[in-house]
């Protein structure tokens, strides 16, 4: 299983640009990369996934390099209500035991 | 669609008592799977399910119990719970887990006294 390292913490100011990078070093060739966000007493959300390049939807960019041992989530112009905590998973379609790590605690101030 | 649906919400249980908390999908998900999460931790996984009378451990398996008889159904068991159960528990579903999200529930937070 690749495993991920995330910043524990992170502080922003409303409307600023928050990038969330996630290592995982050992990454395999198969794998894809999940980013979730989770608000307190509320089970984690999906927010975006990616295996390579730039992936974009309505809420978020993810960045995979070429050699994918990193990912980079951003969130353009972020509100208060972006406040939580943000998971990088990356997972094997061979393998089905998907495991979160600790998470990144993102904390936007007005 | 109500999505992922876990029952109950919240439980106190004495030490040595069992109970099942209860998860429901209706968005006919093959995977399924159980996690919990500790205050200020991240989220661990205890059991999952590849589809109806496939179970396969996580990381944190002991203590617990799972079937899964139902495509819909994935009941968690506590055979005897002990003070170190007590958590917030969490239920998520996937159409095709490495290419679809997890769905996950609201939860159920659970004391052992």
């Known amino acids: 299983l690749a495993k991920t390292t995330q910043p524990i913490s992170m502080d922003s100011y409303e409307g600023q640009e928050v990038n969330i990078t996630c290592s995982h070093n050992n990454i395999a060739t198969n794998d894809y990369i999940t980013w979730y966000q989770q608000f307190p007493s509320q089970g984690p959300r999906f927010i975006i996934q990616?295996?390579?390049t730039k992936v974009t939807n309505e809420v978020a960019s993810l960045f995979i390099p070429a050699d994918r041992k990193s990912s980079t989530l951003s969130l353009p112009r972020v509100s208060l209500s972006d406040t939580a905590v943000y998971y990088c998973?990356?997972?094997?379609?061979?393998?089905?035991?998907?495991?979160f790590g600790a998470g990144t605690r993102l904390t936007v101030k007005p | 669609n109500a999505g992922v649906t876990q029952t109950p919400k919240f439980q106190v249980l004495k030490t040595g008592q069992s109970m099942t908390l209860q998860c429901a999908q209706d968005?006919?998900?093959?995977?399924m799977s159980w996690y919990r999460q500790d205050p200020g931790m991240g989220l661990r996984l205890i059991h999952y399910?590849?589809?109806?009378?496939?179970?396969d451990q996580g990381e944190v398996p002991n203590g617990y119990n799972v079937s899964r008889s139902t495509t819909e159904d994935f009941p968690l068991r506590l055979l005897s719970a002990a003070p170190s159960q007590t958590s917030v528990y969490f239920c998520a579903s996937s159409y095709s887990l490495h290419v679809s999200p997890l769905h996950f529930g609201n939860g159920t937070r659970l004391t052992v006294t």
């Open positions: 990616g295996y390579k």
């Open positions: 998973l990356v997972g094997d379609p061979n393998n089905n035991d998907m495991r």
């Open positions: 399910s590849v589809g109806a009378g496939i179970t």
């Open positions: 968005m006919n998900h093959e995977y």
